[in-house]
């Protein structure tokens, strides 16, 4: 039966319009032909052809078969992969494609907003896979099973799965890499020049700023040291970290945190927030901050950053900004006028929903789903995620060896300076996988970046954090994601532009009265209630 045609917008409604004689949802479009398969075991006998939707990075192969990691799967499994591996534009060729009903048989890296998923099932365009998983995907069934937190987090509100997931975990629960995004980094070579002991409290560091700035740390007689700068805002490297030492809940980028009693707290109207937003304010006027702090990108403050130009900054890995080097050392958790302690806890999880759907014109469910059942073998997973071994034409991410049982274990070889990233980029798969905390020492070894990083974290900030959990990446209904959407659009600008002035100008009585009733004008309640409802079924569901 013919669909209507999926459209998003007035784009590609033209769009639509342009492409109107490449048929409608319901056409063959690229997909495969019906090989009736049943009881599908790999490698098939005879060769068969899927064809499957992806984007890759410009650094790797435009043809996906060429990474060794698809050329050894088609060897397994029998199944290869016709590929429209789109680079740039992803999403608005995909959407383009969808609008003129030009449907793949799935789509490997889908990149599927929740809005999304849910818009294309309404529309026909994917499909539910719920039987898939429980039929014919031993692998991910079994990760369902154990982890039925990762089954309620893939479940729409109607009870549907829409999509398979990207899992990554490295440490669980609170001690979960995630847990912490923005790290505080301090030039060490700085302290040991001035004389000066690791700061311990807000006041010390307030003082080692002041040193930083008035003493010429560097020693080349020019005031060009900068001792603090962030990019203001979203992501690894605002300040918020630091306003756990104001006492009550700090601030993570979501400004919301799960208490121990399951209840939330949205953290930017509290009053240790404005004690803290005061402090660097007091820091900004003393010049203390980077006066680009609201203005400079990514691009100018690791330029900074290289020179080693910062007293104190804030970012995901040190190595990103200025070098792996024995400059910048972790700033430890400062202890607040309160006598606080404290570490929030970010909301990020190693989880994405919408990473493979199959489409509604796949003749081929059994064999698509076992397919993408092996993305979920620990062993491809491992190698979806970061890249494979034994090639011999470029460095390999791993190694092939066994672990203490004699089973093989990929081993992260040495990069011998190549940036690990980009390495990535050329050789993983990405697509729907889970790397689970029980596969480290079993199935592969920790990134020695990462492993590096966990092992800060566990040195200077775990015994700080104190919440059991944190707000999960919840599969709402359309209405309320699209409410959401439209109380951020306006709540969050505010709020950070709010914060800027008082860092500039300084915070009265007045003005942080005023703020107050402006989040409420602009449906903090709302906001919070929403998130409430969704947060008390999410914990009904996934038994928590």
């Keep these: 039966m013919k669909k209507k045609p999926f459209v998003l917008g007035t784009t590609l409604l033209t769009a639509t319009l342009l492409l109107a004689g490449c048929g409608n949802n319901g056409g063959s479009g690229t997909s495969a032909a019906d090989y009736e398969l049943e009881n599908v075991e790999f490698p098939l006998k005879e060769k068969v052809t899927l064809h499957l939707m992806t984007s890759s990075s410009p650094l790797a192969p435009s043809d996906p078969n060429e990474k060794l990691i698809f050329s050894r799967l088609e060897e397994e499994t029998g199944v290869h992969i016709e590929w429209n591996n789109i680079a740039d534009d992803y999403a608005e060729k995909r959407n383009l494609a969808i609008a003129a009903g030009d449907l793949p048989d799935a789509m490997f890296n889908a990149e599927a907003s929740d809005k999304e998923l849910l818009a294309w099932a309404e529309d026909g365009v994917i499909v539910p896979v719920n ?24 479940t729409a509100p109607d009870g549907n799965m829409y999509s398979f997931p990207w899992i990554e975990e490295l440490g669980e629960g609170k001690e979960s890499i995630h847990t912490v995004n923005g790290m505080a980094w301090i030039n060490v070579e700085w302290l040991d020049n001035l004389g000066l002991e690791m700061p311990e ?56 945190v799960v208490n121990n009693d399951r209840s939330l707290n949205y953290t930017a109207d509290d009053d240790s927030y404005r004690e803290g937003i005061e402090y660097f304010s007091e820091l900004y006027q003393k010049g203390l901050i980077d006066e680009e702090v609201f203005e ?38 400062l202890e607040g006028p309160h006598g606080d302690k404290k570490v929030t806890r970010t909301n990020n999880f190693g989880f994405f929903r919408g990473r493979f759907v199959v489409t509604s014109v796949n003749k081929n469910l059994e064999l698509t789903a076992r397919w993408a059942d092996k993305m979920y073998d620990p062993i ?49 798969a990405g697509g729907p996988l889970a790397v689970l905390d029980e596969y480290y020492g079993v199935y592969t070894t920790s990134p020695d970046d990462a492993q590096w990083r966990l092992d800060l974290m566990h ?17 709402m209904n359309v209405e309320d994601a699209n409410r ?55 914990i009904s569901n996934s038994g928590e």
């Excluded at 092939?400 to 050789?427: F, I, V, Y």
Aim: net charge negative; aromatic share 12%.
């Design 380 to 428: 491809q997973s491992v190698q979806n995620n970061w890249g494979t071994y034994g090639d011999e034409e470029q460095q390999n991410i791993f190694t092939l060896g066994t672990n203490e049982a004699g089973e093989p274990m990929l081993q992260h070889a040495p990069l011998d300076g190549t940036a690990p990233g980009e390495l990535r980029q050329k050789t993983e």
């Design 201 to 256: 409290t807000t006041d010390d560091l307030m003082v080692v700023l002041e040193a930083f700035k008035n003493e010429d740390p560097n020693g080349n007689g020019e005031a060009d040291e900068i001792p603090m700068s962030f990019i203001d805002g979203n992501g690894n490297e605002d300040f918020k970290m630091l306003l756990a030492a104001f006492g009550g809940d700090g601030d993570n980028d979501n400004h919301l």
């Design 131 to 154: 039987d898939l998983v429980d039929k014919y995907m031993p692998n991910l069934k079994a990760i369902y099973e154990k982890y039925p937190e990762y089954k309620e987090l893939a």
């Design 296 to 333: 400079h990108n990514w691009n100018s403050y690791v330029s900074k950053g290289n020179d080693q130009r910062y007293g104190v900054y804030f970012t995901w890995d040190k190595a990103n900004v200025t070098g792996a080097n024995d400059s910048y050392d972790v700033l430890p958790v």
């Design 459 to 475: 040195e200077h900030y775990l015994e700080f954090i104190e919440n059991d959990y944190n707000f999960p990446q919840m599969f």
């Design 484 to 538: 959401i959407d439209q109380i951020l659009a306006d709540l969050n600008p505010y709020i950070y532009q709010q914060r800027a002035e008082w860092i500039i100008g300084g915070i009265t009585d007045e003005s942080w009265d005023n703020y107050l009733a402006e989040l409420e004008r602009l449906n903090l309640s709302e906001l919070m209630e929403i998130y409430e409802r969704n947060y008390d079924t999410y």
